[in-house]
Nanobody, 127 residues
Framework: QVQLVESGGGLVQAGGSLRLSCVASGGSFSTYGMGWFRQAPGKEREFVAAISRSGGITSYTDPVKGRVTISRDNAKNTVYLQMNSLTPEDTAVYYC????????????????????WGQGTQVTVSS
């Protein structure tokens, strides 16, 4: 059973940076597409970024482009989300997710493609 555990969230001032990590266990990490989603209070969960199995393909939602970088280390079974120039609008619970059936070049934005989810890590950006 694949399990995902996020870490790295916290409280940061506007303009600051955070790096989120997500460690996978119980499966074959290098065969999964990975994604990050977020959910702000009162809002639906939304796509943030995704990365293909090898890391060669990435995808980002427009509001974070240029500020956020997704990466992965298959040797460490870990996916990262480096977030810079944070704004209060980035405040949310951030979830990593695994697309177990991903094609080699797939970096899916679709919530329904993801089969496993972590418990989430809170990111709070103060103004």
């Amino acid at each position: 059973q694949v399990q995902l555990v996020e870490s790295g969230g916290g409280l940061v001032q506007a303009g600051g940076s955070l790096r989120l990590s997500c460690v996978a266990s119980g499966g074959s990490f290098s065969t999964y597409g990975m994604g990050w989603f977020r959910q702000a209070p009162g809002k639906e969960r939304e796509f943030v970024a995704a990365i293909s199995r090898s890391g060669g393909i990435t995808s980002y939602t427009d509001p974070v482009k240029g500020r956020v970088t997704i990466s992965r280390d298959n040797a460490k079974n870990t996916v990262y989300l480096q977030m810079n120039s944070l704004t209060p609008e980035d405040t949310a619970v951030y979830y990593c997710a695994a697309d177990l059936g991903a094609g080699y070049y797939s970096a899916s934005r679709a919530y329904g493609h993801y089969d496993r989810w972590g418990q989430g890590t809170q990111v709070t950006v103060s103004s």
